[in-house]
């Protein structure tokens, strides 16, 4: 468990504490990054079974939070777009919510960071349990969680909407100033459309 116990301390430093509830004209379930009345903001669909999500997670997600969000000019509304297998990617989802507004993203961190490892197991349910105890949740609480036709419901929805509405079909996207930039994004372009629409 050491190595799971240092993952969620460099989690806890790089997310926890700046996970604020959704604005009022998103989603519910909506999880943001940064500070709720940054002028900027960045919609991100992603999938907990995306490779490239993960990689965005690991790699380039760490700048852009140093550089925009911890800032206070952008922040990052983080929404679920279940890739296949779909309900390998509705559950994984789902364990992250149960955790909490303040866990949320730090659970998310370890999920993408562990992705090829909880991935590969033959006991994924059992892996995924694992990186959610770090985060306050027990083996019955993500049990229930896994029950919680609601907040499945809520998760399609909304990816149904983001089909509809703004064309999404792949993962990771993401959403700037109403402009939709489709697959893995450096930090140079996710930087450019920032500052593009600042202006």
């Known amino acids: 468990m050491k190595p799971f116990r240092r993952l969620l301390a460099v989690a806890a430093a790089l997310f926890l504490g700046h996970a604020a509830q959704a604005a009022e004209d998103g989603h519910k379930i909506d999880q943001v990054l940064g ?34 969000i911890d800032t206070g000019k952008a922040k990052l509304i983080y929404r679920d777009f279940p890739t296949g297998p779909k309900g390998l990617s509705v559950g994984t989802s789902m364990i992250v919510h149960c955790a909490g507004p303040e866990r949320y993203f730090g659970l998310l961190g370890l999920v993408m960071e562990q992705q090829e490892k909880w991935m590969g197991a033959a006991d994924k349910l059992a892996e995924l349990k694992k990186l959610a105890k770090l985060a306050g949740l027990t083996e019955d609480k993500v049990d229930a969680c896994l029950k919680r036709q609601d907040l499945s419901d809520a998760i399609e929805f909304r990816a149904k909407e983001a089909h509809e509405k703004l064309g999404i079909d792949s993962t990771p996207s993401f959403v700037i100033d109403g402009k939709v930039l489709v697959g893995a994004q450096s930090f140079e372009s996710l930087d450019k459309a920032l500052k593009a629409a600042k202006k």
């Open 35 to 68: 500070k709720a009345d940054a002028p900027l903001t960045i919609i991100e669909y992603a999938s907990t079974t995306c490779g490239h999500c993960a990689t965005f997670h690991k790699t380039t997600l760490p700048k852009l939070k140093s550089e925009w």
